[in-house]
């Protein structure tokens, strides 16, 4: 468990690209019903959206719902309300119109991506396990590869508006992020690492002060880590953090580590996960010149992200004529579910995903455990 780390910023099977909006309900699928099996069954279905450019079919819909079924199976319910399905719709035509406008290195790139992904995703999930869920959602290893080549392709899209100016003023901006730091740092976790104890704020922030007291002291920072700490990831380690990207941790202890003196250890610091008691021991800047293309493309993707939020807010609107999207046949729940939120259902752990929970995520940080 890293409680100091934030959600995973890479690109993973399920977090497969960083461009969808707040709401992360849906990207268009390229393996619709009308488009993927147009071969064997013309789609007479009616027509459920106009758009400058071209339609929606309620079998394309109705394929679309599927999938975001099939990936986010918790959020079924939401998928089925009037007020959910009118994004899913929106959020269609953001993506087969991004789609049918894309370049050919844009489709090139994203069929590269869609099919490395889908071979990220079967890797991940039991080959038993994943053909139930894909015959209970009706679909095939084919559709899931093209949903996610169209949403990837939607990415490159994106990203080909992009230019070098716009990625330095982003690191401009935030370049504390890009700082690397080793730090050691203690834990008092509002739970234990083992689960079995319970603590109140009060009781965590005691013994917080009582660890800080015993390091100040002159403990030994690796063995008072090593028995008091409920971080597993740092604990065994001394509690040390080496050579750290300053910007993959949680806001309070991001901070911490940016304005605490060299060498001092600082008062409790409170996140989510309690209180930690940290102590700096290096702190370098990084210029935009030291940045790897791994991080330049980060941050493209990033600036992808905040491109197609506004296309969808200002432009999606405007391109759609005609909406005829059919009733649900039963009255919305008297509790809806809660909607995802941007970055919040991003994969738990650093580099590796839960095959079912969340439909693609963005790259946008969040607190989460390892």
Same mark, same amino acid.
């Given at each position: 468990?890293?409680?100091?780390?934030?959600?995973?910023?890479?690109?993973?099977? @399920?977090?497969?690209?960083? *461009?969808?909006?707040?709401?992360?309900?849906?990207?268009?699928?390229k393996g619709t019903t009308a488009e993927t099996k147009n071969d064997?069954?013309? $789609?007479?279905?009616?027509?459920?959206?106009?758009?400058?450019?071209?339609?929606?079919?309620?079998?394309?819909?109705? #394929?679309?719902?599927?999938?975001?079924?099939?990936?986010?199976?918790?959020?079924?319910?939401?998928?089925?309300?009037? %007020?959910?399905? %009118?994004? =899913?719709?929106?959020?269609?035509?953001?993506?087969?119109?991004?789609?049918?406008?894309?370049?050919?290195?844009?489709?090139?790139?994203?069929?590269?991506?869609?099919?490395?992904?889908?071979?990220?995703?079967?890797?991940?999930?039991?080959?038993?396990?994943?053909?139930?869920?894909?015959? %209970?959602?009706? @679909?095939?290893?084919?559709?899931?590869?093209?949903?996610?080549?169209?949403?990837? +392709?939607?990415?490159?899209?994106?990203?080909?508006?992009?230019?070098?100016?716009?990625?330095?003023?982003?690191?401009?901006?935030? !370049?504390? $992020?890009?700082?690397?730091?080793?730090?050691? #740092?203690? =834990? *008092?976790?509002?739970?234990?690492?083992?689960?079995?104890?319970?603590?109140?704020?009060?009781?965590?922030?005691?013994?917080?002060?009582?660890?800080?007291?015993? =390091?100040?002291?002159?403990?030994?920072?690796?063995?008072?880590? !090593?028995?008091?700490?409920?971080?597993?990831?740092?604990?065994?380690?001394?509690? @040390?953090?080496? /050579?750290?990207?300053?910007? /993959?941790?949680?806001?309070?202890?991001? /901070?911490?580590? =940016?304005?605490?003196?060299?060498?001092? *250890?600082?008062?409790?610091?409170?996140?989510?996960?309690?209180? #930690?008691?940290?102590?700096?021991?290096?702190?370098?800047?990084?210029?935009?010149?030291?940045?790897?293309?791994?991080?330049?493309?980060?941050?493209?993707?990033? *600036?992808?992200?905040?491109?197609?939020?506004?296309?969808?807010?200002?432009?999606?609107?405007?391109?759609?004529?005609?909406?005829?999207?059919?009733?649900?046949?039963?009255?919305?729940?008297?509790?809806?579910?809660?909607?995802?939120?941007?970055?919040?259902?991003?994969?738990?752990?650093?580099?590796?995903?839960?095959?079912?929970? +969340?439909?693609?995520?963005?790259?946008?940080?969040?607190?989460?455990?390892?």
């Open positions: 468990m890293w409680p100091i780390k934030k959600a995973a910023r890479k690109t993973t099977m @399920l977090a497969v690209v960083a *461009i969808l909006c707040i709401s992360l309900l849906a990207a268009c699928n064997e069954t013309k $789609d007479t279905s009616a027509v459920v959206a106009e758009y400058k450019g071209g339609t929606i079919t309620e079998n394309e819909f109705n #394929h679309e719902v599927s999938m975001m079924k099939f990936f986010s199976p918790q959020y079924a319910q939401m998928f089925d309300m009037d %007020e959910y399905k %009118e994004i =899913l719709l929106e959020q269609e035509v953001a993506y087969k119109s991004l789609d049918e406008s894309a370049s050919e290195a844009a489709k090139t790139a994203g069929a590269k991506q869609g099919e490395e992904q889908l071979k990220q995703f079967k890797t991940s999930v039991d080959p038993e396990q994943l053909a139930t869920m894909l015959k %209970e959602a009706n @679909l095939t290893e084919q559709d899931v590869k093209d949903y996610m080549t169209r949403v990837l +392709t939607a990415s490159e899209v994106m990203k080909e508006k992009v230019t070098d100016a716009d990625v330095e003023k982003y690191y401009t901006d935030n !370049k504390k $992020d890009y700082a690397t730091a080793t730090v050691r #740092h203690v =834990l *008092i976790g509002l739970q234990s690492a083992d689960g079995k104890t319970t603590r109140t704020d009060a009781q965590a922030l005691k013994l917080a002060k009582e660890v800080k007291a015993k =390091l100040d002291g002159g403990a030994d920072f690796a063995t008072i880590a !090593k028995k008091y700490s409920d971080d597993t990831g740092s604990k065994d380690k001394g509690g @040390l953090y080496e /050579n750290e990207k300053v910007g /993959n941790w949680v806001e309070g202890f991001k /901070n911490a580590v =940016l304005e605490q003196k060299i060498g001092v *250890i600082g008062d409790p610091v409170k996140t989510d996960y309690g209180y #930690h008691v940290i102590e700096v021991e290096s702190r370098t800047e990084k210029a935009f010149a030291d940045l790897t293309t791994e991080e330049k493309e980060t941050i493209k993707s990033q *600036i992808a992200s905040q491109k197609f939020s506004e296309y969808m807010s200002k432009e999606v609107p405007g391109m759609i004529t005609k909406k005829n999207l059919p009733k649900s046949e039963t009255a919305p729940a008297t509790t809806a579910p809660t909607a995802p939120t941007e970055g919040t259902t991003a994969p738990a752990t650093e580099g590796t995903t839960a095959p079912t929970t +969340t439909a693609p995520a963005t790259e946008a940080p969040a607190e989460s455990s390892k």
